[in-house]
């Protein structure tokens, strides 16, 4: 059995799995309340520095992707034919584990390269940021259709009732199909494209910083991750010659990383 794979489903299974009021308003509100949730962690306990034995507040950051992850393995279960979330729980860890590491960023190689600015909280607040941005642009639809069943969602759109985006909508429509693999594709594109691209506007300098530090460490590829529910710098697939701020380059390194996920969950195409 290959490591992770839980579910190996290639199939679009549309029969909802969790509870689903009659009316459209309230099966989407419930989503939306459970995001709402997520959205409002703040800094939690306090957490113990083993090096200088003292405590400090874990950020905001930190805990909201935590929930956000376990929502997206929750999900993956719950709808394993969208290939989208499965490949998000992996990619969600990864996230927290750049998150812990900007957290504790006191004394990154950044700060001292350019200028003293505080280029770990920035980049935890940027981070952040996208992290959340995702979550709430794709996961209500998504998680309505695991509870109600596409069909329904898709009838919830057309009476008006909710929003969907078009690009989710064909994404949903290609997983009535069976095109499991292009509804997939469908939501990456629109998530680095239209969803998480704002977020490298806003952050220019930041995630540019990130992108120099890795040039300079040639001894350690920090850019690219591997497909892995624990953090690690081990089997990490190569972001290459591709840039993190192109979404054009993104959405090219999310088809590898999708590649690397079905190796190891046993899907064929």
């Given amino acids: 059995m290959p490591q992770d794979a839980p579910f190996s489903t290639t199939r679009s299974s549309p029969t909802p799995v969790g509870v689903c009021p009659d009316d459209c308003d309230e099966a989407f509100a419930m989503v939306q309340d459970e995001v709402n949730r997520i959205k409002r962690q703040g800094p939690g306990m306090a957490d113990m520095d ?20 376990q929502a997206y393995t929750d999900l993956a279960a719950d709808m394993p034919e969208n290939h989208w979330v499965r490949l998000a729980s ?42 959340v941005a ?39 429509e290609q997983m009535q199909d069976g095109d499991l693999r292009g509804a997939a594709d469908t939501i990456a594109r629109y998530e680095q ?21 890795d040039g300079l460490n040639v001894f350690q590829d920090m850019t690219s991750i591997p497909v892995a529910k624990t953090c690690t710098r081990e089997n990490l697939v190569p972001l290459g010659d591709r840039s993190i701020a192109s979404p054009t380059d993104r959405v090219d390194y999310y088809r590898d990383l999708m590649d690397r996920m079905y190796e190891i969950e046993g899907i064929r195409e």
Avoid: H, K
């Fill in 50 to 69: 083993m090096e200088s034995r003292t405590y400090r507040e874990i950020p905001a950051e930190v805990i909201r992707n935590g929930y956000i992850t």
């Fill in 90 to 131: 992996y990619v969600s860890v990864q996230g927290g584990c750049a998150i812990r590491q900007a957290a504790s960023a006191d004394d990154m190689i950044p700060d001292r390269i350019f200028g003293g600015a505080d280029t770990g909280a920035n980049m935890l607040t940027a981070l952040g940021e996208a992290n």
């Fill in 134 to 172: 995702i979550f709430e642009s794709i996961y209500p639809p998504m998680r309505m259709a695991a509870n109600c069943g596409i069909e329904r969602v898709l009838e919830c759109a057309d009476e008006g009732a909710i929003q969907l985006e078009q690009d989710l909508r064909t994404a949903l």
């Fill in 193 to 213: 494209m239209e969803v998480v691209q704002p977020v490298y506007e806003r952050w220019p300098g930041t995630f540019q910083a990130a992108g120099v530090v």
